[in-house]
Each structure stands twice: as structure tokens, then as C-alpha cells.
């Protein structure tokens, strides 16, 4: 197997390895690293929206050697190599101290999406920045694991909305090019493929790697030559297509990973599938074993005992389900591999709806372990899944629950990291997960916290005025739109982010519930308010898209125009801008659907304080000081935003504008160190930690894996 990074001819030698940094995502999460290829070029760092590749591509050959004669940023330079180096062959790590006899133990990770950089368009939303977050942990925590995905050629759409407030869906061919992915190679020169059967046809996928920190993130492409022109498209886009599109796409990520897996010369001990996309990875684990000439029971139990499945979501449409027939059309005659009859086989994902076949339940059944992800969606889980064990109690459904939590060194703003090196510790990355070490959030000076945030909030107002005014220039849009976009935002006034997607358990609209309240606590001279919206709908979900038509209608309105903004085409860069620059995170999920919003641990961690219903994680994250909890024990909409409107009014709004003498909101800022001395265990070493030691097990032999299941 052969991969090479490309040369960048005009790079000085003094300069030589800036491409082998590119090329290591790991640059993305280390403060030194980003400011380093923010100095080399500030305006082309902006216009590339933080994609050194393209901005190597783009410098000039003059430029760029001028700037290998500045000895400050050459300083930075070799403080980055030396850090990258010492990264990437440690001395030790979490997991070789924790676990020194498990050098050869592996986990594979399966995803169908993963949110690295906004460079990689590959993701559409929680699951894939989750996957993103992972991949970045595993790597920081040492723990041996190679993960499996796609390469979208055209990635997940680009939004625009129309003056109506119509959702836009820009396709935009990725270029693989200017990201930094690099396909495999044979050794003499050929492309890597895999290769599988989908139906009639033998489908062929290419393989793209990504280089995590330490952590290999390999993603299968069907778009070459040698496939059909069906087949070519497959893999177009995340989430596009009808069913059998969609069945095709999770054959290839199942059978087609696991090849990929043997094709590099992996034997994962454990196999964490995160939703049932992957599932079929199971049942290639179990056609391998039985044509070892084991017993359908024998491989069966060792199947299960390998994987872990990590169910995402409660929300019915997240859950995977084809007809018999498709599973038959695009799998024929599977169970003859697995020595079964076709009933046996498709009992293996039978859904009790007679006839169809749950890529969940698939999973469920080959897996010996199963989380979901918060404490109060493990409840729901196993409410909703509880049918498929008839004979266990409630309490007894075996499936457990891991929070989900972010990987903090990528969600802190930059501005605000040497701070916390300052006050929680030179070594709070190590220590992060550790809530004492976060008690020393309350030494930060006020003042120093409150300048640092209203810097981002200013950083946040300029980069949305900045998008609405390129709106305006490039695509002429009419005036109303400028505003929506948030082009009148206002620095001073209590700033709230609600982003997510549009779906609609999400219920962005909820805050419009009444709209004559609203406009009075918006528009309070004294003390304003503005909501900034991010967020796309999926292409299908038309309900989705008319609640962010209402949205943005709402944003353009004479009466709550220049108080209310969307940003288009919501990304992982327009989070990280949103979640340390606005004042509160709102959140209004229809409990108990959202699973764990990981944003608002994001907003958190900055110091950003939390106004949600008790869902998801904020269920176990709101600790009385460190935010507000909407009460939604109703199911009457309108009761939820009156009491939101309640809370804004009467305590959100006027703690905000409490000042002292020098300007200084002082109890407002005790709520924002609470966030971010409460947010330890919402980080992704705490999680991951949890999975290793919980669930991955890396000391346990096969048979004791198998003997426990
Ligand atoms: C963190 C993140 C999400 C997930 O957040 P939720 O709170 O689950 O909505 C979705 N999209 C992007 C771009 C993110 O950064």
C-alpha cells in the first residue's frame, strides 16, 4: 500500500514539511499549528475558510519566501514541527499506560459520516461532528483505532435561502484536490480498490485516507472508471437518493469497510458501529468466519462479542428500514454464505412491521454490547426497543449509555485557550475531563472573561456581516436579505444562537410561538435582544424546510427584522463561530427526542451558558447555576415558550444588563464560569475514557469476550 502527499513546488525548504502539516488534520486542533498558517496568510486564510492546502496552492512563490525570512513566524514554524513530532511517535500515552499489555489490540470505527473540518464536507450534522470529535480523542488518548467512512464527491449540500425563505441546495463538486485526502496506491502504481457484490453487479470502491493525529480515517469512493455509471454515483452524496440508493450505500459501508479493513491489513479486535448504517459490516464478520469453517453458532457469538453498536437517536426516520424484497434484490441468495435459509437470514433484522428489515435491529442483534447516548436517551431506548427482549423486564433491556461529549482543544475559541492555560493549567488538555481542575475558572479576572467573550461576539457580528455583504455584492440579493442575514446585528445587545438542524422535533419555531411577547422582549430599548438561526433542512423534509422558511421570513419581516438573523449553509466553522460568540445557547428539542446536542456542550466549554429543555444531555449537565432550564413537561407549545419568555424576561434579560461600575455584568459572568467549570464531563476524553474502560475492554482475551456475551 502506498500513499504520498503531494509536493508543493514552491514551498522554500525552509518551509518544507508546511505540506506534511497540511496534510494531518491534528494542525486543526492545535492552537500553535492554526496560528501558524493564520500568520502565513491572513486574507487567503479567510478566503479559503481555513484550508491550508488550497491556501498553499494559492500563495505565490515571492510570498511565500519572504515570509521564510520572517524569523517570528519561522520561530512558530519549528515550535509546531517539534510539537507535531513529539504527537505523533509519543513517549506514552493514556492508553499505553493504562493498558501496557494491549499494544496489539484494534478498534474499527464505523460511521457513515465524519465531521473533521469544514474542508471535508462529509457530514450533515451531530452524528458526523461526534464521529469528527472521536477521531480527534482517540487520537490525543492513544487508543489504537482506524476509522471507516465514505468520500461524497459531492459531499452534503451548500445552502443558500432565496428572499421567500425557500431552502436553496448548492451541489458543489468536492475537489478532492484542495482536502486533505489521499487515495491508496499499489505498490506498483495501481489504485487500491475493494470490491463486493450489490445485487447483480460486481461494485468496485476506491479507497481515500485521511490522517487524523494518530488515528487513520479511511473513506471508499465508487465514482471510478471502472465501475458502471449507476455504480459511479453511489456514493455522490450523504444522505441523497431514494431507498435502494440508500440500501446500496450501506452495503458498501458495511461489507465494503470491513474489506477495506482486510485489504490494509487490519484485524480489529472490536468493531464500534455508530447507527445501523454499518450494520452489515456484522454480517461480513459472520460470512468470514463461517468460511473459516466455523459453525454458523460459533461465529455467530463471536460476531456479537466483537461489536459494539452505539444507537444515535430516538427520532423514528433515523432508523433504517427496507423491504424484503430490496434486501433480496441487493443481497441475493447472502444467507447461502452464511449457511442459513432465506427465513433465518432476514429474521436477523426482522422489524415488527411484517415484511421489512431494520438495519437497527439488525444491529442489535449482532452486537453483545449496545449504548445510547445520554442517560435520558438510554431510558428512552430502552422503552423503544424493549419489545425485541419480551422476556426481560424494563429495567433489564440490555442496553447502557455513554454521554456523548466534544473534544474540547477544537471548540474552545482560540482567543480564549491561553487563558485557560493560564488559570486551569498548563496541562488542562491532559486533564480536561477532571472537573476539579475546572474549579480554576473561578480565578479568571471578570473583566478579562467578559473582554475576551465581547471579542468573540465581535468576531462573530463581523464574519456574519461579512457573509451578507458578499451575498449582496456577488448574488444581488434585495435588502430585506442583508438584514436576515444579519447584516443590523447589534454587539451590544443579549445575543442568542439557536443551530441545528431544521428538523422539526428540534422545533426552532417554538421562540415564535408568540410573536407580539417576543417583539417586546427583542425590542426593549433598554436592554435588546437578537437570536441569530443557523441550520439546514434536509432536501426531503419538507416540514423541516417550511419551519426554516418561517424562520427566515421572520428574520426579513419589517417587524423583527434586525433582530432576529440567519446564517446560511450551517458547517462545522459557522458553529465554532456560533458557540463561543453568542451570549446563551437556546435549545427547545420536543423531549424526549434529542438524544444529546452536543452543541450546547460546545457553548459550554466556552463559557456560554445554556437555555434548553431538560433533554439529551442537559438533562444531567443543568446543575441549577451554570444556565436555565425551560420547563416542557407540557405538550402544549405555546405553555413551553411562555415559559421561556418568562425566563428571558424576568431573569435571562436583566441579569445580563446588571453592569457595574465598570461596565462589568458580574453575576452574568459567574453563570458563564459555572458553564465551563461544569462542562469536564461533557468532553470527549471523558466519554471516550468510558467506552475504553467500559466497554472496548482492550485486557479481555476472545474467550472471555465471547464466555460474557
Ligand atoms: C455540534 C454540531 C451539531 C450537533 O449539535 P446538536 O446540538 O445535536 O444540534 C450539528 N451540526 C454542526 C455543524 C455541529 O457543529
Known sequence: MKVEIPTFPYLPKRFGRLGELAYNLWWSWNAEARSLFREIDRTLWRRTHHNPIQMLKLMSPEVLAERAEQTQLMELYDLVLAQFDQYMAPQ????????????????????????????????????????????????????????????????????????????????????????????????????????????????????????????????????????????????????????????????????????????????????HLNEGHAAF???????????????????????????????????????????FSLIEEYLPGFWNRLGLSREE??????????????????????????????????????????????????????????????????????????????YVGADWVENQDSTEIWNRVLEIPDDVLWAIHFLLKNKLLSFVRERARRRWVEDRIAASQVVALGGLLNPHALTI????????YKRATLVLQDRERLKRILQNPWMPVQIIFAGKAHPADEPGKLYLQQIYQACSSPELGGHLAFIEDYDKQVAYRMVCGVDVWLNTPRPPLEASGTSGQKAAFNGVPNLSVSDGWWAEGYNGNNGWTIESDSDDDRAVAENLYDLLEYEIVPLFYKRDAGGIPRDWVRVMK???????????RRMLKEYVDRFYRPKRTLEEVVQES
Open 281 to 323: 459490516a456484522g454480517l461480513e464478520f459472520l460470512r468470514e468466519k463461517i468460511q473459516q469453517g466455523k459453525s454458523f453458532e460459533q461465529a455467530f457469538s463471536e460476531v456479537r462479542s466483537q461489536m459494539l453498536f452505539t444507537t444515535h437517536t430516538p427520532v423514528n426516520a433515523g432508523h433504517d428500514v427496507f423491504s
Open 92 to 271: 506514552e500515552t493514556w492508553f499505553s499506560r493504562t493498558y501496557p499489555d494491549c499494544s496489539d489490540w484494534q478498534l474499527a470505527y464505523f460511521c457513515a459520516e465524519f465531521g473533521v473540518h469544514s474542508s471535508l464536507p462529509i457530514y450533515s450534522g451531530g452524528l458526523g461532528l461526534l464521529a469528527g470529535d472521536t477521531c480527534k480523542e482517540a487520537s490525543d488518548l492513544g487508543i489504537p483505532m482506524v476509522a471507516i467512512g465514505f468520500l461524497y464527491p459531492q459531499g452534503y449540500f451548500h445552502q443558500h435561502v432565496g428572499v421567500d425563505g425557500q431552502q436553496e441546495a448548492v451541489n458543489e463538486r468536492l475537489n478532492a484536490f484542495d482536502t486533505p485526502v489521499l487515495p491508496l496506491y499499489h505498490e506498483n502504481g495501481e489504485r487500491l480498490l475493494v470490491s463486493m457484490q450489490i445485487g447483480t453487479q460486481e461494485v468496485k470502491a476506491a479507497i481515500w485516507k485521511v490522517q487524523v493525529g494518530r488515528v487513520p480515517t479511511y473513506l471508499m469512493e465508487t465514482d471510478i472508471l471502472e465501475n458502471e455509471p449507476a455504480i459511479r454515483n453511489l456514493s455522490a452524496q450523504l444522505y441523497g437518493g431514494d431507498q435502494r440508493m440508500r440500501l446500496q450505500q450501506e452495503i458498501l459501508l458495511g461489507i465494503g469497510g470491513v474489506r477495506v479493513l482486510r485489504a490494509l491489513g487490519y484485524s480489529p479486535s472490536l468493531a
Open 674 to 684: 459555572e458553564a465551563m467549570r461544569s462542562a469536564a464531563p461533557f468532553s470527549a
Open 345 to 422: 437470514f432476514l429474521n436477523l433484522g426482522a422489524s415488527p412491521e411484517p415484511g421489512f428489515f431494520s438495519m437497527t435491529i439488525l444491529a442489535f442483534r449482532l452486537s453483545a454490547q449496545t449504548n445510547a447516548v445520554s442517560r435520558r436517551h438510554g431510558e428512552t431506548t430502552r422503552t423503544m426497543w424493549h419489545f425485541l427482549w419480551p422476556h426481560k423486564s424494563l429495567d433489564e433491556v440490555p442496553i447502557d449509555s455513554v454521554t456523548n461529549g466534544v473534544h474540547a482543544p477544537s471548540w474552545i475559541a482560540l482567543e480564549l485557550l491561553p487563558e485557560i492555560a493560564r
Open 497 to 504: 444562537g439557536f443551530a441545528r438542524r431544521f428538523a422539526t
